[in-house]
């Protein structure tokens, strides 16, 4: 089984710093793309940044210049660096690894259980 486990949310203020991780663990041989997206109350998960295993990035628009992601291809993690954060960058976070558990096998998305992200005075 594969578990994805996040740390590092909480309640800042804004224009504060916050660092979130994710690290995976249990069978896996491969993973390609790593991603951050969120959630806030009555509103649709959305991406927030990925990265291809060769370290391309994607970040949407409303981060671009705040938010940097990044991975440890060694330690199976995936970090989003927020800088400057806003109240609307309040929301869940999620990460998500697409990953293959086995040489030869299909690839599957994986989700963790989301942490918390507060930005407010």
């Known amino acids: 089984q594969v578990q994805l486990v996040e740390s590092g949310g909480g309640l800042v203020q804004p224009g504060g710093s916050l660092r979130l991780s994710c690290a995976a663990s249990?069978?896996?041989?491969?993973?390609?793309?790593m991603g951050w997206y969120r959630q806030a109350p009555g509103k649709q998960r959305e991406l927030v940044a990925t990265i291809t295993s060769g370290g391309s990035t994607n970040n949407a628009d409303s981060v671009k210049g705040r938010f940097t992601i990044s991975r440890d291809n060694a330690k199976n993690t995936v970090a989003l660096q927020m800088n400057s954060l806003k109240p609307d960058d309040t929301a869940v976070y999620y990460c998500?690894?697409?990953?293959?558990?086995?040489?030869?096998?299909?690839?599957?998305?994986?989700w963790g259980q989301g942490t918390q992200v507060t930005v407010s005075s």
């Open positions: 998500k690894m697409n990953m293959q558990q086995n040489s030869g096998g299909l690839f599957y998305a994986y």
């Open positions: 249990g069978s896996i041989f491969n993973i390609l793309t």
